[in-house]
């Protein structure tokens, strides 16, 4: 079985979008990212984090906007809008989920698409689904293909079964694989929680793409032998032996699978690592743009 590294692919990723950045800074320019975080959800401030850290790691100038939970839409659209307004900020993220009073549409379509480097906004979808490369696609699935080509993984022709169907990972996944060319061209099938015999279905997949968001909930029935699986999910469960009191596991259940398939990621040091380093992608692809 071969483990798919997020943690090495994305670093050397990272080395690829470091010299971009190095690029950019001959010429004075430094691509920046602002992240703006509403409320104290410990999982949301950790994901923050890494993103600052991130930024920071790579010489780029990283904004962290940290609102109370009391933020009004207004506030919060009012902060957007200086966002899109300083030239110092080519990327701008809403950290999701914000509180249930801020209406996340809302927000999306506040961020100027040319900003819009988590790739949500309407115009950035559609481009996504014209093969219109110059959007930008959500980080998440960017980084599931990524690994693959990475692994030298072939889709051209493979069926990819993605388990999953939100806007932020299910669907464009689907799209990506569906494009034409190298990490593309797959028979694609996306399942979701009304799927009937949810196990038939995957069982007939060359590749799995788990973003269920459901601790465990693929094992080897639902795998079969040689099968290449990728697994977005992250989730919290309980393990009074880690001081924080939890660890992280993945939507499949690693354990049961590994023996079975021919690849898959670990969780965590997989998908996650692949999103943020995306993001940074993402980022410098924008201060690119703004400043070409
Ligand atoms: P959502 O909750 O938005 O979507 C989950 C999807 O899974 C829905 O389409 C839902 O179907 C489907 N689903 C739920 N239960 C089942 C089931 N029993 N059988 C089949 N389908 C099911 O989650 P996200 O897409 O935002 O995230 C998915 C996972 O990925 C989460 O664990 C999340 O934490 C993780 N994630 C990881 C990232 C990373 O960087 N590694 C980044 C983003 C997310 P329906 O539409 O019918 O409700």
Do not use: W
Request: net charge neutral.
């Amino acid at each position: 079985m071969i483990l798919l590294d997020g943690k090495q692919t994305a670093a050397s990723l990272e080395a690829e979008t470091l010299k971009r950045i190095a690029q950019l800074q001959k010429r004075g320019i430094t691509p920046g990212l602002a992240v703006v975080l509403i409320g104290e959800n410990p999982a949301s401030q950790a994901y923050v984090r890494n993103k600052d850290r991130t930024c920071s790691r790579l010489g780029m100038l990283s904004r962290k906007l940290e609102l109370p939970a009391s933020t009004t839409q207004k506030e919060l659209l009012e902060v957007i809008d200086e966002l899109n307004e300083d030239p110092l900020i080519h990327g701008i993220l809403v950290q999701s989920p914000p509180p249930s009073h801020i209406d996340e549409k809302t927000i999306t379509l506040a961020i100027d698409p040319k900003k819009d480097v988590d790739g949500f906004h309407p115009i950035n979808v559609a481009k996504l689904a014209m093969d219109d490369p110059t959007g930008f696609v959500p980080c998440t699935p960017l980084g599931c293909q990524h690994l693959l080509k990475a692994y030298d993984i072939r889709t051209r022709g493979a069926h990819v079964v993605v388990v999953g169907r939100s806007l932020i990972v299910g669907k464009p996944m689907a799209l990506l694989l569906l494009q034409k060319g190298l990490g593309g061209d797959a028979t694609v099938t996306i399942a979701h929680s009304q799927t009937r015999d949810l196990a038939a279905i995957t069982r007939s997949a060359d590749i799995v793409i788990a973003a269920l968001g459901r601790a465990h909930a693929l094992g080897a029935e639902h795998i079969r032998e040689g099968a290449v699986v990728i697994d977005v999910g992250i989730n919290r469960i309980d393990d009074a032996s880690k001081p924080c009191g939890y660890r992280l596991v993945g939507d499949v259940d690693f354990e049961s699978v590994k023996e079975k398939c021919y690849a898959i990621t670990p969780v965590p040091g997989g998908v996650g690592p692949m999103t943020i380093a995306m993001l940074m992608q993402n980022t410098v692809t924008a201060c690119e743009r703004f400043t070409q």
